[in-house]
């Protein structure tokens, strides 16, 4: 298969998921109405180590990450519009699944694993919060819900759509930063899927 051919597969398989995740994100995406604000970033696959930055309705950057040159690290800090780090992110190999550890600038911790990348509707733990990631994961298109079953933040974004931004609705504002940390760590976890699928996928040759 030459690469045109494997593009225009990977096309009609991209195609496939974004109707997907469009079916699945609304039913499963609730309205819990109005939100105090929402935040704004971008999904850009294909480069692990961009910078992320997180912006209000007027544009302004509130939060931007530094993530470590070398992949195999996993590492990233996202930090404030003052440059001060209000989370760090981190993956390591624990048993047979890799792990990504989230650890807020005033302690507080918690754990996601790469097993939520094998469901696309589903109910998921975050270990160490409590809460609920309840909603199409993969397609970044879900609700987080606290351990009284209210909304904390409400995510909705097409599964792959490069430039276009999505929209965090934010319910509980002392919350901010961890959703902030949580909406990053998926993102690179997707991230990595796809650069581990693509590079697998690809021929640059015939067979």
């Not at 195609?15 to 995740?21: F, G, H, I, L, T």
């Not at 994100?25 to 105090?36: I, L, Q």
């Not at 996993?74 to 992110?89: E, P, Q, R, S």
Request: aromatic share 8%; hydrophobic share 35%.
């Amino acid at each position: 298969m030459g690469i045109f051919d494997s593009l225009k597969k990977l096309g009609e398989v991209v195609e496939s998921v974004n109707e997907m995740a469009d079916s699945v994100g609304k039913s499963t995406v609730v309205d819990y109405g109005k939100p105090e604000y929402s935040l704004y970033t971008a999904l850009q696959l294909g480069n692990l180590h961009r910078q992320i930055d997180f912006t209000d309705a007027e544009g302004n950057v509130k939060y931007y990450t530094k993530s470590s040159v070398i992949a195999i690290k996993g590492k990233t800090d996202i930090m404030d519009a003052n440059g001060n780090v209000i989370a760090h992110l981190e993956k390591k190999p624990v048993s047979l699944h890799e792990k990504h550890f989230v650890t807020m600038a005033d302690g507080t911790s918690f754990t996601l694993s790469n097993e939520l990348l094998h469901v696309v509707k589903d109910i998921t733990n975050i270990e160490g919060l409590g809460w609920q990631i309840r909603g199409n994961i993969i397609g970044l298109s879900f609700n987080l819900v606290d351990d009284k079953e209210e909304p904390v933040a409400t995510i909705g974004k097409k599964m792959i759509s490069i430039h276009d931004k999505y929209c965090i609705d934010m319910y509980q504002p002392e919350h901010e930063q961890k959703v902030v940390a949580i909406v990053v760590q998926l993102e690179k976890m997707i991230e990595e899927r796809s650069d581990n699928e693509s590079s697998s996928s690809f021929s640059f040759g015939d067979d």
